[in-house]
């Protein structure tokens, strides 16, 4: 399963546009960066305060923070997780579910501008983590309001600039495991770095240098559905290999760390937001 996750990371760069989320990335970055930075707080002091084993809350506040299933198919090769990856799924889809239910109701409420997507395109693909949600989320909003597909498009994109911080993420994750299992004088990056990251970047080089030169975006449609198979297969064989008894016995503190950093993420995503003018 390792493996797997290994190469579906890999392969899910080929939807990776460098370009456009560069360009997007200037007005929702300050915004990505504060989410993920409180919703990996939040998993942390958890841990502390509630005892969760380290595995599940680095998931959980990986999956949380940055794009769900995706990024803990990342992390979990890096810190060697096992069991803990199925419940860390299970702790981040269910969320995913009610905030594809709930925030455009929340939209309304709090007075999103109707006339166009943007406010709400930024909230979703900072607030929500997983690309389905945000999908179905920004879909319903523009159907409520008959945008097209305006916040969509904003939705997607903000979501794809918040997938690149994979690599910092498992990056940091790496290192720091690694110094944790040996002496600092025997530490080396070389032995560290996880390679898989590396092949993820040249993938969405490739991407963007591809549809630059005129490429039909259609061509890398098949690579990113065998990316989401991969995942889905690795997530079954992992599921298969689960205690199932015991992801029962333990599921209350996690679902507890998902839904403090799910909060921690909606609350601070709407502040920034009204920081900045754009709601």
């Not at 997780?81 to 309304?108: H, R, S, T, Y």
């Not at 979703?124 to 969509?152: C, E, F, K, R």
């Amino acid at each position: 399963s390792k493996i797997i996750l290994q190469t579906a990371v890999v392969l899910l760069g080929f939807g990776m546009n460098l370009g456009v989320i560069f360009e997007t990335g200037k007005q929702s970055l300050p915004i990505i960066i504060c989410t993920i930075s409180t919703s990996l707080l939040i998993a942390w002091l958890l841990r502390k305060i509630l005892h969760v084993p380290s595995n599940t809350s680095i998931l959980v506040g990986v999956g949380s923070s940055i794009c769900g299933g995706s990024a803990i198919a990342a992390t979990a090769p890096v810190i060697d997780a096992d069991d803990e990856v199925a419940q860390a799924i299970a702790v981040i889809f269910f969320f995913n579910v009610l905030a594809a239910l709930f925030f455009p109701i929340l939209g309304k409420a709090i007075g999103f501008d109707t006339l166009h997507g943007d406010a709400f395109g930024i909230f979703a693909g900072t607030a929500i983590n997983d690309t389905s949600s945000v999908t179905a989320a920004a879909s319903t909003w523009d159907s409520m309001w008959h945008l097209g597909s305006a916040t969509l498009n904003k939705a997607v994109t903000v979501k794809l600039t918040r997938t690149l911080a994979i690599i910092p993420i498992t990056l940091g994750l790496s290192m720091i495991r690694s110094k944790n299992n040996q002496k600092s004088s025997n530490f080396s990056l070389k032995k560290t770095f996880p390679m898989f990251i590396l092949y993820f970047v040249l993938a969405a080089i490739i991407t963007t240098v591809s549809l630059h030169i005129g490429v039909n975006s259609n061509v890398f449609l098949p690579i990113k559905e065998l990316s989401k198979f991969l995942i889905i297969m690795a997530m079954a064989a992992i599921g298969l290999n689960s205690n199932v008894i015991h992801l029962i016995k333990t599921g209350g503190k996690p679902l507890l760390v998902g839904a403090s950093c799910w909060c921690g993420i909606t609350i601070v995503s709407l502040l920034m937001q009204h920081v900045m003018g754009i709601w």
